[in-house]
């Protein structure tokens, strides 16, 4: 079966570096989000993409945050200036159609761990 | 923001036994809800859903049931396996075309034999 693939695996950097979690959807499907997961805490979402555009984001994903579809397979999320706080797992997940009707994809996550 | 509650962090079960786990929510925009089974190490999986349009939906040894007056929705798991074991995560979507989930806080399921 087909699975979203996320890399690396875990990831650890120091307080104001830049980091780049980098992910490959499903490769039919056209709609792509972040979400992120700090240990202890629910799933949030950060953002959602389509068509080259974010369609939508949370209040969390603030300037420090961009998403960019580099080519036809990557899917990556750029931490400009990393803080303590962004210290969680990242998931991405893709899914064929937009709505929740169209179960996501989540890949197995990049822990991020910001010292 | 507490829009999705899992109130229960933890359940145990007996192999063969009924699983039973809950979630409440409190935004009433919402009109659609998945349940997502998580392993250590993996990604959310997706397990089964219901619209608010309907109370019951059966996939399986699974099923979700939705009270719409109390805002609670249930995941039925009948017979519970050892490979049940998992986080499981209620979510839910509202209204229009997006896709944003809210997840709750999660209840781990363990079975035992």
């Known amino acids: 079966e087909p699975e979203v693939t996320q890399t690396p695996s875990h990831q650890v950097t120091q307080m104001g570096q830049e980091v780049i979690l980098r992910c490959v959807p499903i490769?039919?499907?056209?709609?792509f989000y972040w979400y992120r997961q700090i240990l202890g805490q629910k799933v949030e979402f950060l953002v959602s993409?389509?068509?080259?555009?974010?369609?939508?984001k949370s209040e969390i994903f603030d300037d420090q945050f961009s998403v960019e579809r580099p080519d036809g397979s990557n899917f990556t999320l750029k931490i400009r200036s990393t803080k303590l706080e962004d210290s969680a797992m990242y998931f991405c997940a893709s899914s064929e159609e937009q709505g929740a009707r169209s179960p996501l994809h989540f890949g197995n996550g990049t822990r991020l761990t910001v010292t | 923001d507490q829009q999705v509650k899992q109130n229960s962090p933890s359940l145990s079960v007996q192999e063969g036994r009924i699983s039973i786990l809950n979630c409440d929510y409190t935004n009433s925009m919402f009109d659609y809800f998945l349940w997502y089974k998580k392993y250590p190490a993996e990604g959310p999986t997706f397990l089964i859903s219901i619209s608010s349009i309907k109370d019951k939906n059966e996939d399986g040894r699974f099923t979700v049931f939705l009270n719409k007056s109390a805002k609670h929705l249930s995941l039925h798991i009948v017979p519970s396996q050892p490979g049940d074991s998992a986080v499981y995560f209620c979510?839910?979507?509202?209204?229009?075309?997006?896709?944003?989930?809210?997840f709750g806080t999660g209840t781990r399921l363990q079975v035992t034999l």
């Open positions: 490769s039919n499907h056209l709609y």
């Open positions: 979510a839910a979507s509202g209204g229009g075309t997006a896709s944003k989930l809210t």
């Open positions: 993409f389509y068509n080259n555009e974010i369609s939508e």
